[in-house]
């Protein structure tokens, strides 16, 4: 795959060593962010084998269940949840999170540039859970609900529903009134 150095992309170069080392020890912000994302959808490290391909998915819009006033809202609470929650989660240990009390499921692009497969994959291998799956997508990258959306869907049915349905089927009884 390409990147900024090697295709003498001038512009890219110059934006990417502004925001170097990344992540490193500054601040994530907004603009941090969107310049690593913007470079990595355009040299194709989001997806696999589609360089400059910027996902403007508008899946959602094909659900009755949205308003387009909560539609045109899906860019403000991005950002919203960007500016408030990106400090936190870049503080958590994931290295040393191994530990948990629920069923974990793993989706991993086996091209994602984002998130190393391979980092995923050892990391899954020390990951204690009352159960474990790691399902690798061998035609995807990062967006692997987006490139490959059947494989995606069976697999939330045939692996997370179940958990979902039996943790449901355990759970208190109550009354939901609408």
Sequence with gaps: M??????????????????????????????????RSKWEMYFGGLTFGRQNYAYDSNAESLSPDYS????????????????????????VDFDNATQF????????GAHDETTSHELAEQWFGKLQAPSKRLVLFADSAHMVMLEQPGRFLMHLVTDALPLAQKASDA????????
Excluded: W
């Design 68 to 91: 387009q006033q909560e539609l045109d809202a899906i860019g403000k609470g991005s950002v919203f949840t960007i500016n408030h929650l990106m400090e936190p989660l870049v503080a």
């Design 101 to 108: 009390g629920c069923p974990v499921i793993l989706f991993v």
């Design 171 to 178: 759970a208190p009884a109550e009354t939901i009134r609408d």
């Design 2 to 35: 390409p990147n900024a150095k090697s295709s003498g992309n001038a512009a890219a170069v110059k934006e990417l060593q502004a925001i170097a080392p990344y992540p490193g020890t500054t601040p994530m912000t907004l603009q941090r962010l969107g310049v």
